[in-house]
Every structure is written in structure tokens, then in C-alpha cells.
């Protein structure tokens, strides 16, 4: 089956400071890719939807100014966290897909703690 | 509104015993449904895809059943490992923008 990675798997900062999350499709053309957030024992959240070269579409209640996504490539997307907070550490999952309506591959998550 | 309910919402059983997760839903119109495995720390990983015609599906000893009829999805785990400890994610095509609508899982326990 398609391969998504993301990296980094695992990241700590401190509070104020910004993260970046890459998400890269390895073996096929991802047109779209979602990015999802899940707390302890909670279903995956969709935040936002990524469609190469062009603006990301957020969910209501996700604020595009604090959690910035660039899809500059059919194989790359990344996810960054401005002025983390704690309320922000979660654990944060890409997932991608080569045509709308295609299965959806995800990939292995990023657990982000701000301290 | 599109909705995947699963049951239990947790369960423990011994290891080597067998165990049925339930998924009700009432996306529409449907398509297909997945059965993913979710490990701690860890993103989904798909099981089985069962569509529209299909009653049963197996993937070593996972075995997917899906009645269209009443809605509802089983997954059945023969033989239980420590390994197969994990969320078990019941996902049907419908509804949100990623054109999902997830179930919260059932979190699996496997006990030595």
C-alpha cells in the first residue's frame, strides 16, 4: 500500500516557540492531504484540508493564523504551530490521498508536547 | 446527520481468546467501510475496506462482516496476541470535508 510518513514523530518545545511538521506522500502524488488532531482516547479531528498549490480550507474553530499549512508540492505538506501553547500538545496526523474520494493513506503521527 | 457508533468502548480479554467489535452507522448514501487498527502513538492502519456488495472479508485473523441491510459492521479477532492491543477505528465515506466520518474506536486490552 502508498507509504506517508511524517516527521518528526515526536517533538517538545517551549511555549511561545513555533514547530513544523512535515508530511511527505513516498510513492505517489498526493493532490490533497488532512491534517487531523487526536487527544488521550478521542476519535481524530479533522483541522484542515490541504490541496497542493493552492490555500488550505480550515475546519470552524481552527484558527488558520495559529496552525499554518503550505502544500507546495504533490509530495509535501507541512503543519506549523505558531506561539505553541500546552493547550496545543497533542498529537497531530497527516493523511493523503492522490484523488478526492480515493482511500485516504495516514501517516504515522507527530506527538507535539509544549511545555 | 452521518453518524458511526461503535461498541464497546473499551474491552479486555485474555490473551489467545477471541473478540467481536461492533460499528452501527447511518452515513449515506454508502459506499464502503473501514476497519482500521490504531496502535499508541501511532497513526491508523488499514484493516479491511468492505464495500457495498460485500458480506465478509478477512485479513489473516481479522474478519470483517457488513449487513447493508441494518447498518451495522463487525470486526471479529480470532486468537488474540498482546500485539493485537490497540483502538480499533470504524471509518464510513460521507459527510466533513476529508469525506469521513470516523466512530471514537473501541480500545482493546490483550492481558498475558
Known amino acids: 500500500g502508498a507509504v506517508v510518513s511524517q516527521h518528526p514523530s515526536r517533538v517538545i518545545c517551549k511555549s511561545g516557540t513555533s514547530v513544523k511538521i512535515e508530511c511527505r506522500s513516498l510513492?505517489?502524488?498526493?493532490?490533497?492531504m488532512f491534517w487531523y488532531r487526536q487527544f488521550p482516547k478521542q476519535s481524530l479531528m479533522l483541522m484542515a484540508t490541504?490541496?497542493?498549490?493552492?490555500?488550505?480550507?480550515?475546519e470552524q474553530g481552527v484558527e488558520k493564523d495559529k496552525f499554518l499549512i503550505n502544500h507546495a508540492s504533490l509530495t509535501l505538506s507541512t503543519l506549523t504551530v505558531t506561539s505553541a501553547h500546552p493547550e496545543d500538545s497533542s498529537f497531530y496526523i497527516c493523511?493523503?490521498?492522490?484523488?478526492?474520494?480515493?482511500?485516504?493513506?495516514f501517516g504515522p503521527g507527530t506527538r507535539l508536547t509544549v511545555l | 446527520k452521518n453518524q458511526v457508533e461503535q461498541s464497546p468502548q473499551s474491552l479486555i480479554i485474555l490473551e489467545g481468546k477471541n473478540c467481536t467489535l461492533q460499528?452501527?452507522?447511518?452515513?449515506?448514501?454508502?459506499?464502503?467501510l473501514r476497519w482500521y487498527k490504531q496502535d499508541t502513538g501511532r497513526g491508523p492502519v488499514s484493516l479491511t475496506i468492505?464495500?457495498?456488495?460485500?458480506n465478509t472479508k478477512s485479513n489473516g485473523r481479522y474478519t470483517a462482516t457488513l449487513d447493508a441491510d441494518t447498518k451495522q459492521s463487525s470486526l471479529h479477532i480470532t486468537a488474540s496476541q498482546l500485539s493485537d492491543s490497540a483502538s480499533y477505528i470504524c471509518?464510513?465515506?460521507?459527510?466533513?470535508?476529508?469525506?469521513?466520518?470516523f466512530g471514537k474506536g473501541t480500545h482493546l486490552i490483550i492481558q498475558p
Open positions: 493523511s493523503a490521498t492522490g484523488r478526492p474520494g480515493d482511500t485516504q493513506y
Open positions: 510513492d505517489f502524488q498526493a493532490t490533497t
Open positions: 490541504s490541496n497542493e498549490g493552492s490555500k488550505a480550507t480550515y
Open positions: 460499528c452501527n452507522y447511518t452515513v449515506s448514501p454508502f459506499s464502503n
Open positions: 468492505m464495500t457495498f456488495s460485500e
Open positions: 471509518v464510513v465515506p460521507g459527510g466533513g470535508a476529508d469525506g469521513l466520518t
